[in-house]
């Protein structure tokens, strides 16, 4: 076996850790995931981590030395030099943490690392929707939207390193409360954690829908998953509610598209379950808020990868130039 052919990514999120081999084209070989157990501490995760690593090591019968590189997808912030990750909101308790370092010290291979955004968007570019793209936007859209800007074939990361923060874009400064602290930001009028803030108001003010039945009576269950189920039966409210999250998700876009004149936009999570029912209305609002008439309308596609995003976002990291 030829020593340095492979690549090992490693996908950290708040619920599941995952570990992938793949070749060094990035064809993915073997899996493994765990949960994350984030409550029980860092050390605990870590060596969660560090177990899924030999794990798969093992499963594949090769050692540490055949493998090139490591690839990491973590939450952010994250410094992708340093392998340094700061505070991560999804993992409480953990503090910073010098990560990189301790794969160097455990595997004793060069590990490259990214936010889980990024990961996701060159996972879409190299192995999914964005195949045979050079300039595209990846939109995680799930609790929250974050983003991945890719220029030339490269992330786009800015002076800092924290561009890609499209969600954070102010739409109605007098709009609903965001996580972030603002008003009427992208993420307050189109994500999960939006869309369900949203359905139930609407639930509220229209009894007659169909949702909370769907939702077995309780509240706490509206959310997208019932809106998706809804408007596919055809309930008023619910096609009213993705018709307008669907404008605010195209306004924001068309500002992107202003900006950056990308040849696609590939949204992940909640628009590839939702699919034209939340891009259909985005597409409408995309073609009225964007500027040059003259020019062809960036594509706005779901992502390809689904549940396997992590495994290939880590790899893709692996691979990044
Ligand atoms: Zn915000």
Request: aromatic letters at 6%; proline letters at 6%.
């Amino acid at each position: 076996m030829p020593a340095k052919k492979y690549l090992l990514g490693i996908d950290i999120g708040g619920t599941k850790l995952a570990a992938a081999l793949a070749d060094g084209e990035g064809q993915l070989l073997h899996k493994t995931r765990r949960p994350t157990e984030a409550p029980k501490g860092s050390q605990h995760v870590l060596d969660g981590i560090l177990h899924l690593g030999r794990e798969i090591l093992t499963q594949a019968n090769i050692s540490s030395s055949d493998i090139a590189c490591i690839g990491v997808s973590c939450p952010g912030p994250v410094d992708y030099k340093t392998g340094i990750m700061y505070t991560p909101p999804n993992l409480p308790g953990w503090g910073d943490v010098p990560l990189k370092e301790i794969l160097q010290k455990e595997f004793g291979i060069p590990a490259k690392f990214d936010n889980d955004a990024n990961a996701a968007a060159l996972a879409e570019y190299k192995f999914g929707a964005g195949v045979g793209y050079k300039n595209m936007v990846y939109l995680t859209m799930s609790t929250g939207i974050g983003g991945g800007i890719i220029i030339d074939g490269r992330i786009y990361r800015g002076t800092h390193g924290s561009a890609g923060e499209v969600g954070h874009q102010t739409l109605l400064p007098d709009g609903p409360l965001c996580g972030c602290g603002k008003r009427g930001c992208m993420e307050a009028l189109c994500s999960g954690t939006a869309l369900s803030r949203i359905i139930r108001e609407e639930v509220k003010r229209h009894p007659e829908s169909s949702m909370l039945k769907l939702a077995g009576g309780k509240a706490e269950k509206l959310a997208p998953p019932v809106l998706i189920e809804a408007a596919k039966a055809g309930d008023e409210l619910a096609l009213q509610i993705w018709e307008e999250a669907g404008y605010h998700l195209g306004w924001g876009l068309a500002n992107l598209a202003n900006i950056l004149d990308p040849e696609i936009f590939i949204l992940g999570t909640i628009a590839i379950k939702a699919g034209e029912l939340f891009l259909a209305p985005a597409r409408k609002a995309l073609d009225k808020f964007i500027f040059n008439r003259h020019i062809p309308l960036p594509e706005l596609v779901s992502a390809k990868l689904g549940d396997e995003i992590g495994e290939y976002g880590a790899i893709a990291v692996a691979l990044a130039t």
